[in-house]
């Protein structure tokens, strides 16, 4: 089975999200989708968090129960890092063929990650467009360093079964909604109500 890895805060999980999974469903022929929501992510500042529960139900309200699944898996197993719960997650499904799915926010900031270079060599990943990102993600530090591993957008198909390292960015089109936005015009809703 090819599975997709979504991992986040989903603080909260919103169409940026939604329209992430629908594009790699297409274009890396995933049966599944995982929403991986972190119990508390380490590069991120605590104050402004929503409780773990709160930004698991928004996650699970953009997933179908059956092709995209939302989780707190982390939460369960006690792992804080992304390695520690990928090698987890490889030792418990052998047989999953797992990509990781990441905005181009995040191959920008991928050398912050703890172990980030054993992540590459671990799984194969899908890098998606996000606006005034995308030429800083592709020109940034863990981009060169893997170069050699970057596959065309035409094995974006296959790309679960190639052996890491290996990588795709795929050209598609991009959606402008963060969670950040979100949370800053919800904050403004509530102090215009008040």
């Known amino acids: ?5 979504l991992g986040g805060s989903f603080n909260p999980a919103h169409g940026g999200h939604r329209h992430i999974i629908n594009l790699a469903q297409r ?25 773990l529960a709160q930004r698991l139900a928004s996650a699970r309200d953009i997933a179908d129960g059956r092709h995209v699944l939302a989780s707190a898996i982390e939460a369960s197993f006690g792992t804080r890092y992304t390695i520690e719960t990928l090698r987890r997650l490889q030792r418990l499904f052998p ?16 050398p912050r990650w703890r172990r980030w270079q054993e992540f590459v060599q671990r799984i194969p990943f899908a890098v998606l467009p996000r ?3 995308n030429h800083r993600a592709l020109s940034s530090h863990a981009a060169r360093r893997f170069a050699y591993a970057r596959r065309n957008a035409r094995s ?7 052996k890491a390292p290996a990588w795709v960015f ?3 089109p991009q959606h402008t909604a963060s969670a950040s936005a979100i949370r800053a015009s919800e904050g403004e809703s509530h102090s215009q109500a008040a």
């Not at 974006?156 to 190639?162: F, S, T």
């Open 170 to 172: 795929l050209c598609v």
């Open 131 to 133: 606006p005034s990102y």
């Open 95 to 110: 047989r999953a063929h797992f990509v990781w799915l990441m905005g181009a926010d995040i191959l920008e900031e991928l």
């Open 1 to 5: 089975m090819h599975i997709g890895l």
């Open 27 to 51: 274009h890396l022929r995933l049966q599944q989708v995982w929403l991986l929501v972190s119990p508390g992510n380490p590069l991120k500042a605590g104050s402004g968090m929503a409780p």
């Open 156 to 162: 974006a198909p296959v790309l679960a079964e190639l």
